[in-house]
């Protein structure tokens, strides 16, 4: 098993441009989630999905969509990016099940220019 | 709102030593999850130990056990025989029973082991 996969693992953007970060778990758990880690913080949630076609919001969605069409997939987009952006993402994808482990993708860092 | 506390940025111990790393939250619940997640130099955010907080014994996980002390709302970290490879930042997180997703997190302690 893979686990949680991220692709891409390093980006640059300059401000304005959009692009799309894609997650792929192949354990068959129901919930997926995108963080954001910022220097000297903890994670902070953006957002999650508890099943194929949901969504709901996190901590800090402004300025980003996300979409489940899929149970394996979870995509992340940033429409018009931001200097504020610059960050590294997470996705991780649990069972709604006892503790909820999440599991973590290797995360992709993010510069906007 | 709950919140999670890592008192100690940084943390440094000699190879093959114990090192005790700290974490406290704040909750009004009863019914909660803690973890411990390792972040390596390579960003790959790893489970090491979680604690279910109706469980009166402490968890763990070969050479890392937490102290759960559910009063004094403090759940610490102790790695045993500390090796290299333990070097790592160190995040505490908090789930509460009554949330599907939400996950606090502290803001994590540097380990820094010394060879």
């Known amino acids: 098993n893979a686990g949680v996969t991220q692709t891409p693992k390093f980006r640059v953007l300059k401000t304005g441009q959009s692009m799309t970060l894609l997650c792929a778990q192949d354990m068959n758990h129901e919930y997926m989630y995108w963080y954001r880690q910022d220097p000297g913080m903890g994670l902070r949630l953006i957002h999650y999905s508890v099943g194929e076609g949901t969504t709901a919001k996190g901590e800090v969605p402004d300025g980003y969509n996300v979409s489940r069409l899929k149970k394996q997939n979870f995509l992340l987009g940033l429409e018009s990016a931001a200097p504020s952006q610059t960050s590294v993402y997470f996705c991780?994808?649990?069972?709604?099940?006892?503790?909820?482990?999440?599991?973590f993708g290797p995360g992709t860092r993010l510069t906007v220019t | 709102a709950q919140t999670v506390t890592q008192s100690q940025p940084e943390m440094s111990v000699q190879e093959a030593e114990t090192v005790t790393l700290s974490c406290t939250y704040d909750t009004s619940e009863s019914d909660y999850y803690l973890f411990w997640y390792k972040q390596p130099p390579s960003r790959q955010m790893i489970l090491v130990i979680r604690q279910e907080a109706y469980k009166q014994q402490n968890a763990t996980e070969n050479r890392f056990s937490v102290n759960f002390q559910k009063a004094a709302k403090s759940f610490s970290l102790k790695i045993s025989d500390s090796q290299l490879g333990d070097a790592a930042m160190y995040f505490c997180?908090?789930?509460?029973?009554?949330?599907?997703?939400?996950?606090?997190w502290g803001a994590g302690t540097k380990l820094i082991i010394k060879p």
């Open positions: 991780a994808s649990s069972q709604p099940r006892g503790a909820y482990e999440q599991y």
């Open positions: 997180a908090y789930r509460s029973a009554y949330s599907n997703y939400q996950l606090i």
